[in-house]
């Protein structure tokens, strides 16, 4: 069983930058699909981004798209969210998921989550 714990979350003005981090331990994500994930207060939880495991393929809500980069490093055992431009819809808390696959449906599910770190952005 693969453990993910995130951080890098914090406060952070509009238009700033953030670097969230996902270090797994137990197992090798190496040959997994990574992602992130956020849930706002009041909402349900969404897809963020995915990385695929070979080639390393990212796909991208489109509300972030342009402004968020998912990248993993396997001799890490890390996956990183690059998050720049920040919104104050970008606050929520984000959470590192493990083995996330993409449904017929269009939407995206996982089975490994991580505790979560909180992203506010806010002047």
């Known amino acids: 069983q693969v453990q993910l714990l995130e951080s890098g979350g914090g406060l952070v003005q509009p238009g700033g930058s953030l670097r969230l981090s996902c270090a797994a331990s137990g197992r090798s994500i190496s040959l997994y699909a990574m992602g992130w994930f956020r849930q706002a207060p009041g909402k349900e939880r969404e897809f963020v981004a995915r990385?695929?495991?070979?080639?390393?393929?990212?796909y991208y809500a489109d509300s972030v798209k342009g402004r968020f980069t998912i990248s993993r490093d396997n001799a890490k055992n890390t996956v990183y969210l690059q998050m720049n431009s920040l919104k104050a819809e970008d606050t929520a808390v984000y959470y590192c998921?493990?083995?996330?696959?993409?449904?017929?449906?269009?939407?995206?599910?996982?089975?490994?989550w991580g505790q979560g770190t909180q992203v506010t952005v806010s002047s």
């Open positions: 998921a493990g083995g996330v696959s993409r449904r017929d449906s269009g939407t995206y599910s996982s089975n490994t």
């Open positions: 990385i695929a495991w070979s080639p390393p393929t990212t």
